[in-house]
């Protein structure tokens, strides 16, 4: 199964972030169940625009770099909705491993 994702940007303007000492932002993806495409993305795809960040993270981790750097994925950014799919669950989460994969 192909799954889409959306990522979400919700900003709290009554609070400060205490590390970046700007507006508190929280990141929102929602993963579902999306049309099959043809190509594999690049696990590190999802880390966009800080894949160095993100593979220099998870390195110091104990991930090897070579690996996470080849790693595919099924899940794909932006992708269509599959209506036709049956009993498969969208799944909201907000990660907090400090890389933030927003522009």
Do not use: W
Not at 2 to 20: A, C, E, H, M, Q
Not at 58 to 66: F, I, R, Y
């Amino acid at each position: 199964m192909t799954v889409g994702r959306k990522v979400f940007v919700l900003k709290d303007k009554s609070r400060i972030d205490p590390i970046s000492k700007e507006t508190r932002e929280v990141l929102i993806s929602i993963y579902y169940p999306s049309n099959p495409v043809e190509q594999e993305m690049k696990y590190t795809s999802l880390f966009e625009p800080n894949i160095s960040l993100a593979v220099d993270m998870l390195s110091s981790m104990g991930v090897d770099k070579d690996y996470i750097r080849n790693l595919d994925t099924k899940i794909h950014n932006d992708e269509r909705l599959d209506i036709t799919a049956k009993n498969c669950p969208i799944i909201f989460i907000a990660p907090a491993f400090g890389v933030v994969s927003h522009p």
